[in-house]
């Protein structure tokens, strides 16, 4: 078999599954769940559910996908021969493709407001934009069209050359402009309410779906369940340690969560927006923060605001193809080309019905990220805690016995029990409730 392509440094490692881990998830998915399940209370949930869930998915990716030295079916077929498990494989193939049909969505929407910031001046009323555009039939479709073309297109460049070069330049860029916006938005009057909504929590408010968006929430934005992160972490060098990966990504992604919400809430007080109005949220606000700030800085603030949302999207995005592209290559024997090609235009075809039915979007945001991620974590939670050999999970955990021994216990046992039990609890009570 030909060797499989490597990232060429440790860094490279953290920025690419960071690169797919950070995008709308954490820009326009957290604040809007934040604005609808009572803020602080949600936050401190979604916290504890990537620390004891989604880190430890997380780690099981990292040990299946760099172990099993392929993406998703072809790793588990190599490290349990014959099992059923591999048949997980084909979640891998169906999450995604729904996943990626919404995201392309809010892609375009991206693409929509960087060409609104190029061309038109934001004002107080810019917040009536998001609805004119979704009332409008073509533009979002164009729109998802253009991402989609866009996403295909870095995936047929290749994993070295498309992946890396991006990964590197947009996402310091992003974190600064939503610190400077932070700051920015901090300064209007009335933002001391939104921030007081972000840090006081109403025990009150934690329900059993305010859970299970938290939960589906940390699964979406690190981009578990899926074979996103497995599928990586098999490029990943037998050197580097993935509790660093992991935990370097867990870290930057919540950061930018966390940042992202701080950007748009105290805002969403100050310009009288209602904070559980739904996906819509940040479109709304962006411009309002935008139109207050002096005009030639607002300009360009929202120019390249909007130009490195779109990038932490694609960024995403590819990493979303790629696995399907890497199971049709690998397993199929497809060319790279034609599964690009032909997976780009199922998913397109699953944008435009999202475009054009809202009920349709919602219904695919929340199966995938509440029940298709959280499942498709639990298996492969299941596989490293119950189906590997705890000494073959030792040693790829700890690279032979050279690394992270005394968290090996730990994570083990997060990953054996405390996943699976928690991922099943919360579907349970779901359920039931
Ligand atoms: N984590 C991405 C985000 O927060 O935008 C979304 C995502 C990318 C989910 C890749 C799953 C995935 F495999």
């Known amino acids: 078999m030909k060797k499989r392509e490597q990232f060429t440094s440790r860094l490279t490692v953290v920025l690419a599954m960071a690169g797919s881990a950070i995008g709308l998830g954490n820009i326009w998915r957290f604040p809007y769940l934040a604005g609808q399940n009572g803020g602080a209370a949600f936050i401190l949930v979604y916290i504890a559910a990537c620390a004891l869930l989604a880190i430890p998915v997380f780690l099981a990716e990292c040990i299946i996908g760099r172990r099993g030295g392929n993406s998703t079916f072809g790793a588990m077929r190599n490290l349990a021969p014959g099992s059923n498990y591999r048949w997980a494989g084909l979640i891998t193939v169906i999450t995604p493709m729904l ?30 934009l998001f609805e004119d555009l979704l009332s409008s039939t073509w533009e979002p479709i164009f729109m998802h069209t253009t991402f989609m073309i866009g996403t295909a297109i870095v995936i047929l ?11 590197k330049v ?6 600064v402009l939503i610190l400077v916006i932070v700051v920015f938005g901090l300064s209007l ?46 490029y990943v060098s037998k050197e580097e340690n993935l509790m660093v990966s992991a935990g370097g990504t867990a870290i930057f992604d919540l950061l930018f969560a966390l940042l992202a919400g701080f950007a748009v809430m105290p805002a969403v007080f100050a310009a009288g927006i209602q904070p559980g109005q739904g996906p819509g949220l940040l479109f709304d606000t962006l411009p309002y923060i935008f139109s207050k700030m002096t005009p030639w800085v607002g300009a360009v603030i929202s120019i390249l605001f909007f130009l490195s949302v779109l990038m932490a999207a694609l960024t995403s995005s590819i990493s979303l193809l790629e696995v399907g592209v890497a199971y049709l290559v690998e397993e199929k024997g497809a060319s790279r080309t034609k599964a690009t090609i032909g997976l780009a235009a199922i998913v397109w075809v699953v944008g435009v019905v999202c475009s054009l039915s809202g009920g349709v979007f919602n219904l695919l945001d929340h199966l995938t990220s509440d029940w298709l991620m959280p499942f498709g974590g639990l298996l492969f939670a299941l596989f490293v805690g ?28 997060l990953i054996r029990y405390i996943a699976p039990v928690g991922i099943v609890g919360i579907f349970l009570t779901t359920l039931l409730g």
């Open 99 to 128: 996943l990626l049909g919404f995201y392309s969505v809010v892609g375009g929407w991206s693409v929509d407001y960087l060409l609104k910031a190029c061309t038109l001046r934001f004002t107080e009323d810019s917040t009536g």
């Open 157 to 167: 460049l290749g994993v070295k050359k498309g992946i890396e070069r991006f990964t």
């Open 170 to 175: 947009t996402m310091p860029l992003l974190f």
């Open 189 to 234: 009057p009335g933002a001391g309410e939104g921030v007081a909504y972000l840090v006081k929590p109403d025990f009150s408010k934690i329900t059993p779906s305010v859970i299970t968006s938290a939960m589906g929430q940390a699964f979406f934005s690190m981009s578990l369940g899926v074979g996103t992160i497995l599928t990586y972490a098999s």
């Open 386 to 413: 119950w189906k590997m050999s705890k000494a073959d999970v030792r040693d790829e955990f700890t690279n032979g016995g050279t690394r992270n021994l005394r968290l090996f216990n730990m994570v083990y046992f």
